[in-house]
């Protein structure tokens, strides 16, 4: 079965400091990997998915797949990044999203 | 831009009543979800529904569930009989194609069982 860990409740940061936000998944097949962005009082949304290999916002993900990991980076935070982060995992063959438990993101100016 | 809309924001109601959760998920969109976060857990899939009818559903959607798009536009979730386990954070959400491309989530129905 499909499980999405992010280890991290709470991350603390200065704006302008360098973020990280963990993501294991352990699944035996091909994963397509999401980040989704729920900030204050709006609703979950996507911020960008392994596939496109893109920056968002200035945010990135690589898929690792030797460490099954697919952690978010930001080199320099903004306050506005401040929201709860969740990790989300989508087997191939099935039309479901497995989430982690989500990191809330706290930039400190 | 779209948005999937949920009514209520808010649902309060008495154990052992039913009720239904209602959804407008974007038009052109062919697949549509639910999803339930109790508070302080993970967001947890329930449901997947395309072409009329339920594509996947998880082990917590069981007999007291169900799901119906009755008139084209609306998407609703039915608990039968809530238990005071059900009061959670409940998400609709649609997309264009299977899992892999973007789900747009509504804002979500807070239902408190009591």
């Known amino acids: 079965a499909q499980r999405v860990t992010q280890p991290e409740k709470l991350l603390s940061v200065f704006k302008g400091a360098p973020v990280e936000l963990k993501c294991n998944y352990s699944?035996?097949?091909?994963?397509?990997l999401f980040w989704y962005v729920q900030y204050s009082r709006q609703r979950l949304q996507l911020l960008l998915r392994h596939i496109s290999r893109e920056s968002i916002k200035g945010f990135t993900a690589d898929l690792n797949k030797g460490e099954t990991s697919f952690h978010l980076k930001k080199p320099f935070a903004q306050e506005e990044d401040s929201a709860m982060y969740y990790c989300?995992?989508?087997?191939?063959?099935?039309?479901?999203?497995?989430f982690g438990g989500g990191t809330r993101l706290m930039v400190k100016p | 831009e779209p948005e999937v809309t949920q009514t209520p924001s808010h649902q309060v109601t008495q154990m052992g009543q039913e009720v239904i959760l209602r959804c407008v998920p974007i038009s052109n969109h062919l697949y549509f979800y639910w999803y339930r976060q109790i508070l302080g857990q993970k967001v947890e899939f329930l449901v997947s529904f395309y072409n009329n009818e339920i594509s996947e559903k998880s082990e917590i959607f069981d007999d007291q569930f169900s799901v119906e798009r009755p008139d084209g536009s609306n998407f609703t979730l039915k608990i039968r009989s809530t238990k005071l386990e059900d009061s959670a954070m409940y998400f609709c959400a649609s997309s264009t194609d299977r899992v892999g491309t973007e789900a747009f989530f509504g804002q979500g129905t807070r239902l408190t069982v009591v």
């Open positions: 989300a995992l989508a087997h191939n063959a099935g039309n479901m999203l497995t």
């Open positions: 699944y035996s097949g091909s994963p397509e």
